[in-house]
């Protein structure tokens, strides 16, 4: 058994080359991050990282995350990282909520475990499906002119999956959507095109925007009402010729059960913040498999760390869509290990995450040890 024998919390916050906005965050010019090491006493070094500046999704802040935190790594020191399944529930049932906590302590503790073996993340979450995952690129709200820029740039980058932020005025989403598709047939392009309003619409807005939307073709609409609005998002769905994709509301299994029975998403985004770990995760992709329903697995904008994390979790899965795209908008970050190549992010070869970590880049914030 390799026991914890040392948790150490840090933050680091990494500027963006572009600072983006959807309908829910704001503007956003860096991004605030939380580190986690854990250490066994085999001398095996596992990294976790989470967004901390992403309230509009889970509620966390830095400090929140920090403390949540905090408070449950001494009760995993001495815990073998081999009962990473076990822990997760323990954490679980330490505390309510506190998505983004317990998935960064997780996510070092599977990362911990894999290097104990000398494999990929992905093999220790149940085996490797692909190396190569097909991403999307999200373009946030930008012109029209400067959307169908970025659209012929991310063609040329070998995209096949293009995604724009809606939500914010009726008429820009509409003229984005069309100079998109505009960029798409002049290039004989089969990429697909999406947007995510990220919850700012109620239901029958969301309605008369997506019949006004249908021309252009779209996979799907993601998240088109808030949250907690799954009698909306159903009616959404029942009225819609557009496939609905439930994001924000598919936080965690029992979310994605309730989501399934009441009929009131066709397929939903699974994010490692949002379910708290790549145990939960797991769980969620179960119960979506099962019940035939398409998935994207996705993550917030977040560093190489916290990307790379996603690229395994896509890599074991199976997956429709993925977007595992966001850390390539920071301009200076503390890692380096992950790969994009032509439209893809690679799975990193190395054990764990295949992620290096430059820890003097980084601000020490806890220290707990056995």
């Known amino acids: 058994m390799h026991c914890i024998k040392r948790i150490t919390l840090y933050r680091v916050d ?3 080359a572009t600072p983006f906005r959807h309908a829910s965050s704001g503007s956003v010019g860096q991004l605030e991050e939380v580190i986690a090491r854990v250490d066994t ?18 509620g966390d802040t830095p400090d929140r995350i920090l403390a949540a935190a905090s408070f449950l790594a001494p009760s995993l020191l001495g815990e073998p990282v081999e009962e990473v399944p076990r822990l997760s529930d323990k954490m679980g049932k330490l505390i309510t909520g506190n998505s983004a906590a317990r998935a960064l302590l997780d996510i070092a503790i599977h ?10 993340l992905a093999v220790v979450l149940g085996g490797i499906r692909q190396r190569r995952l097909a991403t999307d690129i999200c373009i946030a709200f930008y012109s029209a002119s400067e959307a169908a820029g970025i659209a012929r740039a991310a063609l040329s980058d070998g995209f096949t999956f293009i995604k724009l932020r809606a939500g914010i005025s009726r008429e820009q989403d509409l003229s984005r959507c069309a100079a998109v598709r505009e960029v798409l047939a002049a290039a004989e392009s089969k990429a697909i095109l999406a947007i995510d309003a990220n919850g700012a619409w109620s239901a029958k807005q969301a309605i008369s925007m997506i019949r006004l939307l249908e021309p252009y073709d779209l996979a799907f609409v993601e998240q088109p009402v808030a949250a907690d609005d799954i009698a909306g998002l159903r009616f959404v769905r029942e009225h819609s010729a557009v496939p609905v994709m439930a994001d924000e509301s598919a936080q965690t299994p029992r979310a994605l059960l309730q989501l399934i029975e009441r009929q009131a998403a066709d397929m939903f985004h699974f994010k490692l913040i949002k379910a708290g770990g790549f145990v939960p995760l797991k769980r969620m992709m179960s119960i979506a498999e099962a019940a035939g329903l398409p998935y994207m ?24 869509f993925f977007e595992v795209h966001c850390d390539r908008n920071i301009a200076a970050q503390p890692f380096k290990g992950l790969v994009f190549e032509d439209g893809h992010r690679l799975l990193p070869e190395g054990p764990g995450l295949g992620i290096e970590v430059d820890e003097t880049g980084l601000r020490r914030i806890a220290f707990f040890q056995r």
């Open 111 to 120: 990362d911990a475990l894999a290097k104990t073996v000398g494999v990929p």
């Open 41 to 58: 006493d085999s001398g095996i070094t596992g990294w976790g990282e989470v967004r901390g500046n992403c309230t509009y999704v889970t």
């Open 297 to 320: 697995m996705g993550q917030m904008d977040e560093g190489i760390l916290a990307s790379s994390a996603a690229v395994h979790a896509g890599a074991a899965s199976s997956a429709a």
């Open 14 to 16: 990494l500027p963006l």
